[in-house]
């Protein structure tokens, strides 16, 4: 048996096999910068008329590839979506990667490249990078760390203040794919599923709409999922959230895989969603915007804001109440721990 | 995306059992946390009638999991040599130890010791080969449905650093047990499903022939449990009882016969005690003395007959092996969303997922209500 190439201690000594490493995997693939000269930074070519936006995220999943997308998609989407909910076009980005000693060579080679495509795609430009290489046991095969820097016009003026008694909720697509995906990759649950990972970048949703009058908040489920985004929201804005579970869009395939292990899909990771408060006037234009593309053609108006007649409590902040499908009403709360298979 | 059909499926069962000539309260106690936390989580205790009260039972492997073993795995995870592998819902259960030692599997993990949560036996035997220098015991609590995986990992033959901390407990004898009790605090049951599956739903048969009681097999969507509910009430309303099978498409006569095979061929069935709630008889799995070699306690020497305070019962304060009894509802207990919270669980009933405390707790029951009374 020929063993594959995999990654080894020296490739990180700062030498020779660093640099052929950066120059074989990494520039192979994100392409030699322009005006480097040699310089260890990278000058950015920033607009003076907008406000720059910066933010910084890091990526850690096990396993490194899954249905629909892999770390190095997810490092690119995780940090441009950052950018975009906020109304900044995401511009530039740079990369620090962990790598542990055995990863295999071709797997790194296809997570960059996939990496690249994604950045590419999201037009975004990584602009400088870090590679180290930690002893085997001392990391979960990859790491990776991204910044991203971003623009966005001075009129963009989002904030979970501006969120009032009425407003809609929207999501642009259904929940939990992306958790789904990756815990069917993981585990051997021996349950055939097509789930794949919504992994994706939604500034396509967001850029446009940033400063409409009436968009309120955005903001895209990760970790701890839909439940998570609207009990941040109703805490940030001190007013209650009301879900109809009815109108929440999750694919039936996940539905079925969260009934046989007794999983929450509004608790599942999500990578290419947005969650949106938007003022009643808009709600029926903005969701009908996001129909319109792909990245939103499941998006729907999940619920509203406010309880009528209850005050803003900005001191203990509001709750998540979900309408059941069978008309019963339950509280969401934060994510406690991270969902487990059920053992019953 | 619209509803899915058995949205529309479970809204029509709602509204048959509305229609019911229901005139009497009718206390309807389920055996399974996934039972429990689909009737919390679709809300239905406040779609249903006045008259049904539904009762979480013992459905929860991880609630009544012996004291004693959770204190054993603590003790075997703090030796070096040994890898402790256990359903993540084992980590945060607290064992009444001596004051200093880790209290539960995630403090003995902070403590140094190498535990790591898994989600299936094949993980387990997928670190014992991944790591073959290590002593990897796999504690493995859980009912009929946890317990098959386990036999079958048995029958295939494990490696030979991996050892059994085996904590497996069958369902309906706790059933039995509460019916020959005084008060058995119930008029009617759903069955566990998926218990069914395996086990076969003949297995609940003494329900209706030897306890007169109308029992019904479901599965955990809303739709099946509605569909027990409905069969349960009606069945009283005749005056009959039966067991009826309303998870039919999943749930066969006789139930999975290999895996059945496979338990009775690696495990017997023991008396075993339930943590808080004693012994019950013919309630648990034991390795087949053919495999006794694979006993974890007797590989690494543990003696079991150490003295403590409170070995075998709840934290103190604790009113959960009450709770799985379904004696009282879990925000009756005392420390009910006072001193006990999923953020600083006090019982395991509110640390499991499958815990009631946990899914009142989840689905917004806050408050305590009123005073304990004996049910
Ligand atoms: S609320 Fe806490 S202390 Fe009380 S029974 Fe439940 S788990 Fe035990």
């Known amino acids: 048996m020929i063993d594959t190439p995999r990654i080894t201690l020296a490739q990180g000594n700062g030498g020779r096999l660093t640099k052929e490493l950066i120059d074989t995997v990494f520039l192979r693939h994100f392409g030699q910068p322009e005006d480097h000269d040699g310089l260890d930074a990278a000058a950015l070519p920033l607009s003076p008329d907008l406000e720059t936006v910066v933010t910084t995220d890091g990526f850690s999943v096990e396993p490194l590839e899954f249905p629909g997308g892999d770390i190095g998609s997810l490092a690119v989407h995780g940090t441009v979506n950052d950018l975009a909910v906020c109304g900044a076009t995401p511009l530039f980005l740079t990369l620090g990667v962990m790598i542990e000693e055995g990863l295999p060579l071709d797997q790194l080679n296809r997570i960059v490249e996939s990496l690249a495509i994604a950045a590419h795609r999201a037009g975004v430009r990584i602009v400088a990078g870090d590679t180290k290489v930690l002893p085997i046991g001392h990391g979960g095969g990859l790491y990776l760390t991204t910044t991203g820097i971003g623009q966005r016009p001075p009129s963009v003026r989002m904030g979970m203040?501006?969120?009032?008694?009425?407003?809609?909720?929207?999501?642009?697509?259904?929940?939990?794919?992306?958790?789904?995906?990756?815990?069917?990759?993981?585990?051997?649950?021996?349950?055939?599923?097509?789930?794949?990972?919504?992994?994706g970048s939604v500034a396509p949703l967001c850029l446009p709409i940033a400063d409409f009058d009436g968009v309120r908040f955005l903001r895209d489920p990760t970790r701890g999922g839909l439940a998570t985004v609207a009990h941040e929201i109703a805490q940030g804005c001190g007013l209650d959230l009301i879900l109809s579970e009815a109108d929440i869009p999750v694919r039936d395939a996940v539905r079925s895989v969260c009934e046989i292990l007794g999983y929450d899909p509004y608790y599942l990771a999500c990578e290419g969603r947005v969650v949106a408060a938007v003022a009643p006037q808009i709600a029926e234009q903005v969701l009908t915007f996001w129909q319109s593309l792909p990245e939103g053609a499941g998006a729907a108006r999940i619920g509203i804001v406010g309880d009528a007649g209850k005050a803003r409590d900005r001191q203990v902040g509001g709750k998540v109440c979900l309408i059941t499908a069978l008309g019963g009403q339950r509280v969401l709360d934060p994510l406690e721990d991270d969902p487990l298979p059920r053992i019953c | 995306m619209t509803a899915p059909a058995s949205t529309e499926r479970a809204r029509a069962l709602?509204?048959?059992?509305?229609?019911?000539?229901?005139?009497r309260e009718v206390r309807v106690m389920n055996v399974c946390g996934g039972h429990e936390r689909s009737i919390s989580m679709a809300g239905l205790r406040a779609v249903l009638p006045s008259q049904i009260t539904l009762i979480p039972g013992p459905g929860c492997p991880v609630c009544v999991c012996p004291e004693e073993d959770i204190f054993a795995a603590i003790d075997l995870s703090q030796r070096p040599e040994i890898t402790l592998v256990t359903f993540g819902d084992m980590l945060r259960v607290p064992a009444n130890v001596p004051k200093g030692t880790p209290r539960s599997l995630e403090a003995a993990r902070a403590a140094g010791g190498d535990v790591r949560p898994v989600a299936s036996p094949a993980e387990a035997v997928r670190i014992a080969r991944q790591e073959p220098d290590r002593e990897v015991v796999f504690f493995a609590a859980g009912f009929e449905t946890t317990t098959a995986p386990v036999a079958a990992m048995i029958a295939e033959g494990v490696p030979t650093n991996l050892t059994l901390l085996l904590s497996g407990r069958l369902t309906w004898p706790a059933v039995t047990m509460l019916l020959n009790s005084e008060a058995a605090g119930f008029d009617a049951l759903i069955a566990p499903g998926h218990v069914a599956t395996i086990m076969g739903p003949e297995e609940w048969d003494f329900v209706a022939r030897d306890h007169a009681l109308p029992c019904a097999i479901a599965g955990f969507e809303a739709e099946s449990l509605l569909a027990g509910l409905l069969s349960v009430l009606e069945q009283g309303l005749e005056g009959e009882a039966r067991v009826d099978n309303c998870y039919g498409g999943v749930v066969r006569p006789e139930g999975n016969p290999t895996a059945r095979r496979l338990l009775g061929e690696t495990l017997n069935v023991v008396d075993a005690p339930w943590r808080g709630i004693?012994?019950?008889?013919?309630?648990?799995?034991?390795?087949?003395?053919?495999?006794?070699?694979?006993?974890a306690l007797s590989r690494h020497s543990i003696d079991r007959s150490q003295l403590r305070k409170r070995a075998g019962e709840m934290p103190p304060g604790c009113d959960c092996a009450r709770v799985v009894l379904g004696r009282i509802a879990p925000d009756q207990c005392?420390?009910?969303?006072?001193?006990?919270?999923?953020?600083s669980p006090i019982g395991p009933c509110m640390v499991s997922d499958e815990g009631a405390c946990r899914i009142w707790w989840s689905s917004g029951i806050r408050e305590r209500r009123g005073d304990v009374v004996d049910a």
């Not at chain 1, 929940?175 to 051997?188: F, K, N, P, Q, T």
């Open chain 2, 278 to 295: 004693g012994t019950i008889q013919r309630s648990g799995f034991a390795l087949a003395p053919a495999h006794a070699g694979l006993d």
């Open chain 2, 334 to 343: 005392r420390l009910y969303g006072a001193a006990c919270t999923p953020r």
């Open chain 1, 161 to 199: 203040g501006q969120i009032e008694s009425g407003d809609v909720i929207l999501v642009s697509g259904p929940v939990g794919d992306h958790g789904i995906s990756v815990m069917l990759a993981r585990e051997a649950f021996e349950l055939s599923g097509s789930v794949r990972s919504d992994s």
């Open chain 2, 14 to 23: 709602l509204a048959k059992i509305h229609a019911l000539p229901l005139t």
